[in-house]
């Protein structure tokens, strides 16, 4: 099985997101553009896909966003993340 690298700010957003009460789940190692935390707060799902600032959406991550009919949100830090789960 290979493991698709993850950005040097995901454990900082997974945990900073975990410490305020959402519940996440790391789905980092799927790849195929499968964005990279589920979140739930309030019963609302939310998936995230961590990025560093300044990178791009690979093509399967334009893919999965282009054709998820869900929440979904690029974030870049662990404030931005909080922010979109709880805001």
Not at 6 to 31: P, S, T
Request: charged content about 35%; aromatic content about 6%; overall charge negative.
């Amino acid at each position: 099985m290979t493991f698709k690298r993850r950005d040097r700010n995901h454990a900082d957003i997974r945990e900073g997101l975990r410490q305020v009460g959402v519940f996440v789940l790391d789905l980092a190692d799927m790849g195929k553009g499968v964005p990279d935390l589920l979140t739930v707060w309030e019963r609302r799902v939310k998936l995230l896909e961590v990025k560093m600032p300044g990178e791009k959406l690979t093509p399967d991550e334009e893919e999965f966003h282009a054709k998820y009919t869900g929440d979904i949100a690029i974030v870049y830090s662990k404030e931005q993340a909080i922010q979109e789960v709880r805001g």
